[in-house]
Protein backbone atom coordinates (compact mmCIF):
# COMPACT_ATOMS: atom_id res chain seq x y z
CA UNK A 1 0.00 0.00 0.00
CA UNK A 2 1.68 3.31 -1.13
CA UNK A 3 0.74 6.17 1.21
CA UNK A 4 0.46 9.71 -0.39
CA UNK A 5 2.71 12.45 1.32
CA UNK A 6 0.16 13.62 3.52
CA UNK A 7 -1.40 11.06 5.06
CA UNK A 8 1.81 10.07 6.29
CA UNK A 9 2.24 12.68 8.78
CA UNK A 10 -0.97 11.87 10.03
CA UNK A 11 -0.29 8.58 10.72
CA UNK A 12 2.65 9.14 12.77
CA UNK A 13 0.57 11.61 14.78
CA UNK A 14 -2.36 8.55 15.29
CA UNK A 15 0.92 6.29 16.17
CA UNK A 16 2.02 8.74 18.52
CA UNK A 17 -1.05 8.82 19.92
CA UNK A 18 -1.26 5.48 20.25
CA UNK A 19 1.79 5.19 21.99
CA UNK A 20 0.98 7.55 24.63
CA UNK A 21 -2.47 5.18 25.24
CA UNK A 22 -0.03 2.42 25.82
CA UNK A 23 2.31 3.96 28.18
CA UNK A 24 -1.13 5.43 30.14
CA UNK A 25 -1.89 1.99 30.35
CA UNK A 26 1.23 0.43 31.35
CA UNK A 27 0.87 2.87 34.20
CA UNK A 28 -2.57 1.88 35.47
CA UNK A 29 -1.31 -1.80 34.94
CA UNK A 30 1.93 -0.92 37.36
CA UNK A 31 -0.82 0.75 40.07
CA UNK A 32 -2.45 -3.17 39.41
CA UNK A 33 0.53 -4.72 40.69
CA UNK A 34 1.38 -1.90 43.51
CA UNK A 35 -3.08 -2.73 44.81
CA UNK A 36 -2.85 -6.66 44.08
CA UNK A 37 0.60 -6.73 46.47
CA UNK A 38 -1.40 -4.63 49.52
CA UNK A 39 -4.41 -6.84 49.04
CA UNK A 40 -2.11 -9.58 49.46
CA UNK A 41 -0.61 -7.98 52.47
CA UNK A 42 -4.01 -6.95 53.93
CA UNK A 43 -4.93 -10.84 53.83
CA UNK A 44 -1.76 -11.72 54.97
CA UNK A 45 -2.09 -9.63 58.14
CA UNK A 46 -5.68 -10.68 58.70
CA UNK A 47 -4.72 -14.38 59.10
CA UNK A 48 -1.84 -13.38 61.42
CA UNK A 49 -3.87 -11.69 63.47
CA UNK A 50 -6.20 -14.34 63.46
CA UNK A 51 -3.38 -17.41 64.10
CA UNK A 52 -2.49 -14.76 66.83
CA UNK A 53 -5.52 -15.19 68.45
CA UNK A 54 -5.98 -18.61 68.32
CA UNK A 55 -2.70 -19.63 69.31
CA UNK A 56 -2.75 -16.73 72.16
CA UNK A 57 0.36 -14.31 71.21
CA UNK A 58 -3.25 -11.63 71.67
CA UNK A 59 -5.93 -11.60 73.56
CA UNK A 60 -8.51 -13.72 71.96
CA UNK A 61 -11.66 -10.94 71.68
CA UNK A 62 -14.60 -10.44 69.29
CA UNK A 63 -12.62 -7.38 67.85
CA UNK A 64 -9.77 -9.38 67.08
CA UNK A 65 -11.66 -11.75 65.60
CA UNK A 66 -14.35 -9.19 63.29
CA UNK A 67 -10.38 -7.38 62.20
CA UNK A 68 -9.05 -10.57 60.93
CA UNK A 69 -12.01 -11.73 59.45
CA UNK A 70 -12.66 -8.33 57.29
CA UNK A 71 -9.23 -7.84 56.74
CA UNK A 72 -9.34 -11.20 54.93
CA UNK A 73 -12.45 -10.88 53.44
CA UNK A 74 -11.73 -7.53 52.32
CA UNK A 75 -8.23 -8.44 51.02
CA UNK A 76 -10.50 -11.31 48.54
CA UNK A 77 -12.32 -8.72 47.18
CA UNK A 78 -9.19 -6.32 46.32
CA UNK A 79 -7.83 -8.65 45.06
CA UNK A 80 -10.09 -9.77 42.64
CA UNK A 81 -11.53 -6.65 41.37
CA UNK A 82 -8.08 -5.84 40.68
CA UNK A 83 -6.95 -9.00 39.30
CA UNK A 84 -10.06 -8.32 36.71
CA UNK A 85 -8.81 -4.88 36.31
CA UNK A 86 -5.45 -5.91 35.49
CA UNK A 87 -6.65 -8.80 32.97
CA UNK A 88 -9.05 -5.94 30.87
CA UNK A 89 -5.71 -3.74 30.82
CA UNK A 90 -3.16 -6.11 29.52
CA UNK A 91 -5.98 -7.52 26.85
CA UNK A 92 -6.78 -3.54 25.50
CA UNK A 93 -2.51 -2.68 25.91
CA UNK A 94 -2.24 -6.14 23.22
CA UNK A 95 -5.57 -4.67 21.17
CA UNK A 96 -3.47 -0.85 21.64
CA UNK A 97 0.26 -2.89 20.28
CA UNK A 98 -1.26 -4.61 17.59
CA UNK A 99 -3.21 -1.84 16.01
CA UNK A 100 -0.09 0.45 16.23
CA UNK A 101 1.96 -2.40 14.29
CA UNK A 102 -0.25 -2.34 11.54
CA UNK A 103 0.20 1.55 11.40
CA UNK A 104 3.64 1.20 11.16
CA UNK A 105 3.56 -1.54 8.88
CA UNK A 106 1.55 0.37 6.43
CA UNK A 107 4.08 2.92 6.44
CA UNK A 108 6.46 3.04 3.06
CA UNK A 109 9.55 2.38 5.50
CA UNK A 110 12.90 2.93 3.47
CA UNK A 111 16.25 1.55 4.23
CA UNK A 112 18.96 4.45 5.32
CA UNK A 113 22.46 4.09 3.51
CA UNK A 114 21.24 1.80 0.69
CA UNK A 115 22.36 -1.46 2.44
CA UNK A 116 19.61 -3.95 2.49
CA UNK A 117 20.71 -6.20 5.34
CA UNK A 118 22.44 -5.48 9.10
CA UNK A 119 25.45 -7.45 8.43
Known amino acids: MELTDTAEPELREEIAQLEDRIEQLAAKLENCRTVALAAKFVIGTGVAIFAASL ?12 ASITAVIGGF ?19 T ?19 DTLQ
Open 77 to 95: VLLGSNSTTANELTDEMAR
Open 97 to 115: EAERAALIGSIGLRVVGGR
Open 55 to 66: VGLIRLDIMAVL
